[in-house]
């Protein structure tokens, strides 16, 4: 088959600007449900933030923290499980489609019932869920676009991978006029701001009902009756466990007979998803029943979850600390209205659009002298310490007694964008090559349990930043960042001092 041909049930379908016709249907499907979750995550923390009397949850810095990292984290690891549900029960179209049902419901849960506990985490635990549906499965669909592989693929994905970011600029800016900029005018001004993200679920949701071109991908799997009965037994097995493991943790803590905290729980998840791939990674080398390059491979993939990990822990700041900072310290005034500090999480999405073919572009362009994967790494680490230095520089005017210019921020937003276009694409192309061939589905699943690290510690980490605090105490500020970007410089390092060895255990794979 050639590299432009169809098979017949994809070519009867009509195409978009060259492509299958069902791409442009997972372009806008994909689209919306990224305005929904950056548009939602980019007033997350503000609203958790805000007091009880304007509409906000009226939660300190440190339990706003540990939500939003619980949050983030458990949105990544939510894809292995959804994965699984799509190739053992429904499929990957059903799971989409029912995946963005929870998400709509999370979110108009938020919007109705965001001030009560239940309103709230009922609101976030949906959207978890839904995302784990949704989010692993679209991407497989449109991998089945592609049966016949090769660079009309690749050129398929890049089209989509710009819905994502057309999503992730337009999202924070309608959530956050709404949200922030609306305060003023209708006290509690958050929950239209949820409303909008629901919004744009349901949107994408129609249109991917009505949308064309996905006849015969996607579908459910071709499993015996025995084989999906007893999938679905461990599904309902799983989810009843869940919720009564919820139940009992909830009515122990109403009791007063345990006392865990948010801070608590956000820690115990950092330690379960170490332990879990630690123990994983030594049973595939050690016990599993690969030849001795395969296994010094899987040592190179751990090496990648580690870096992985400590770039997203940085990197996951941006709705977070980066937003706190932008809402307390940054001047917003412009021709007399203040521009919602949750439009500076529109940055990166811009800067991907812009540079991601550059990046592209340069990576060809080396040639021969292209940089090592380790090398990459060091790049994106070394970059995004580079941003937080940034912000301690921008600390120290704040620590003057000033309000500091956007543009601060901007350039940290800049060179944490350049470090994610040296390390994400890169770290998940190498995985696929890299892992041996039965595995790759589950390394790309630790390669998302990484990005679920990182933002559990993020999270912990922007609990540190307490506004009020930093603002009698702006050195305070100043030793934060500045604490962030030395580790983050100093992973770099030592991914650059590595270049050779795991070079050497990679067998040539780049």
């Known amino acids: 088959m050639t590299d432009t041909a169809q098979p017949p049930h994809l070519a009867d379908q009509g195409t978009w600007f060259g492509h299958p016709r069902g791409l442009a249907t997972l372009f806008f499907t994909e689209m919306w449900e990224r305005f929904s979750y950056y548009g939602m995550r980019g007033i997350l923390v503000l609203f958790m933030l805000d007091a009880i009397e304007t509409g906000g949850l009226g939660l300190d810095t440190s339990k706003a923290g540990a939500i939003y990292g619980l949050y983030t984290g458990f949105v990544y690891l939510m894809a292995l499980p959804g994965g699984w549900v799509a190739d053992r029960i429904m499929g990957a179209k059903n799971a989409v489609f029912y995946g963005g049902i929870l998400i709509a419901a999370g979110q108009f ?84 701001a949820f409303m909008a993200a629901g919004t744009g679920m349901v949107l994408g949701l129609i249109q991917y009902r009505i949308g064309a071109g996905l006849k015969g991908v996607g579908g459910p799997p071709k499993l015996t009756a025995e084989e999906k009965g007893a999938a679905s037994k461990v599904l309902w097995a799983g989810l009843g466990g869940l919720l009564a493991a919820a139940v009992i943790l909830y009515l122990l803590q109403s009791q007063g007979i345990t006392s865990i905290t948010l801070e608590q729980a956000a820690g115990a998840t950092i330690f379960i998803i170490v332990g879990l791939a630690v123990a994983y990674f030594a049973y595939q080398i050690f016990l599993g029943p690969w030849n001795t390059a395969e296994q010094k491979r899987l040592v190179v993939i751990f090496f990648l979850f580690i870096g992985a990990a400590l770039f997203w822990s940085g990197f996951e700041q941006a709705g977070s600390s980066l937003t706190i900072f932008a809402d307390v310290f940054t001047d917003r005034a412009v021709m007399g209205w203040e521009i919602p500090a949750s439009w500076f999480q529109s940055v990166n999405p811009v800067f991907i659009i812009t540079f991601a073919p550059i990046f592209g572009w340069l990576w060809l362009a080396l040639g021969r002298w292209n940089p090592s994967l380790p090398l990459k790494f060091s790049f994106g680490l070394i970059l995004l310490g580079s941003g937080f230095l940034v912000m301690a520089w921008a600390s120290l005017y704040v620590a003057g007694g000033a309000l500091v210019s956007p543009g ?42 990484g990005a679920a690290l990182g933002n559990v510690v993020a999270g912990m980490v922007a609990g540190q930043m307490d506004p009020d605090a930093m603002t009698a105490n702006p050195d305070l500020l100043v030793g934060l960042f500045r604490n962030i970007a030395l580790f983050a410089l100093g992973s770099g390092v030592l991914f650059f001092l590595f270049k050779g060895p795991v070079k050497k255990l990679a067998g040539g794979v780049e």
């Open 109 to 192: 849960s938020l919007a109705l019932g965001s001030q009560t506990q239940v309103g709230f985490f009922s609101g976030l635990a949906l959207i978890v869920l839904g995302t784990g549906l949704l989010k692993p499965n679209v991407s497989a669909i449109v991998g089945d676009l592609y049966p016949e592989g090769g660079a009309r693929r690749d050129a398929g994905f890049s089209v989509f991978y710009m819905g994502i970011n057309i999503g992730a600029w337009i999202g924070p800016l309608a959530c956050g006029f709404l949200g922030e900029g609306m305060e003023g005018i209708f006290p509690g001004a958050w929950k239209y």
């Open 408 to 449: 601060w921020l901007v350039l940290t937003y800049f060179l944490h964008t350049s470090g994610e276009l040296c390390l994400s694409p890169i770290g998940l192309s190498a995985t696929t090559k890299l892992s041996p061939k039965p595995l790759v589905g589950q390394m790309m699943g630790i390669w998302f349990m």
